[in-house]
């Protein structure tokens, strides 16, 4: 019983021994973290300025080799207007002859294509001087730019294509054909068909050309056909 009581009291002297001592604090095992976090802040911050510096340096750079750029190009310009301004009369004056030149080719070709149409009468009209008159007679002529039109009385359905056929060999002429032929009626509006080989009333039309329009889509169809 004394000793149970002894050692009772012995545990609760540590215990008041202890809570006399005062707390003096902790302290930290690993120093060198908060030491190697810190040089690290730093290192980034470091590498950031050198960063924005770099990044400055290469703006400013590039901004300062493009004023010169364009200074020089600004200097090249000048010299060049520099040296064109002595030209500028003769330049001028060889424009206004180029424009003349192209004036008077397009005033060339438009009095030649408005002249065509007489050309093909003339020549048509020097074919026909030699004509003899007693089996064709030429009754009406119509002329276009293209084609002409020919109303003609004849002797008969020979005479008529001999006559179609000279004129198409005229120079320049692309194609003859007849469109009408039929007997004239008599007095009264009688048919003189019984009259076998009396005179016959025809229409013929002589081809000088294709409009451009025509000659334009029948060379179309002809690559056309040539591709397939």
């Known amino acids: ?10 545990v609760a002297a540590s215990a008041d021994q202890r809570a006399a001592v005062p707390w003096l604090g902790g ?8 030491r190697n976090a810190r040089l690290a802040r730093r ?25 010169f750029a364009a200074a020089r190009l600004d200097a090249r310009r000048a010299a060049a207007g520099q040296a064109l301004t002595p030209l500028a009369v003769p330049l001028a004056e060889h424009a206004k002859l180029s ?29 026909l001087s030699f004509e003899p008159g007693d089996r064709v007679v030429l009754r009406q002529l119509r002329q276009r730019e ?3 039109e020919l109303l003609a009385t004849s002797s008969g359905h020979i005479a ?15 194609g003859a054909e007849m469109r009408d032929l039929h007997r004239p009626t008599g007095k009264g509006g009688a048919s003189m068909e019984q009259a076998i080989g009396g ?3 025809f229409d013929a039309r002589l081809r000088w050309g294709d409009p451009p329009h025509k000659a334009t889509r029948a060379l179309k169809a002809a690559r056309t056909g040539g591709a397939r």
């Open 1 to 10: 019983m004394k000793a149970v009581l002894s050692f009772s009291s012995g």
């Open 27 to 34: 302290f930290n095992l690993l120093p060198y973290r908060q």
């Open 43 to 67: 290192r980034c911050m470091r590498d950031w300025a050198v960063a924005a510096c770099v990044g400055a340096a290469g703006v400013l750079l590039v901004a300062g080799w493009q004023s």
């Open 99 to 127: 424009r003349a030149e192209q004036d008077e080719r397009e005033a060339a070709a438009r009095a030649a294509s408005l002249a065509r149409p007489l050309a093909h009468l003339r020549d048509l009209l020097d074919a």
């Open 146 to 148: 293209y084609e002409t």
């Open 160 to 174: 008529s294509a001999e006559w179609l056929k000279r004129l198409g060999a005229i120079h320049g002429v692309q």
């Open 199 to 201: 005179p016959v009333e």
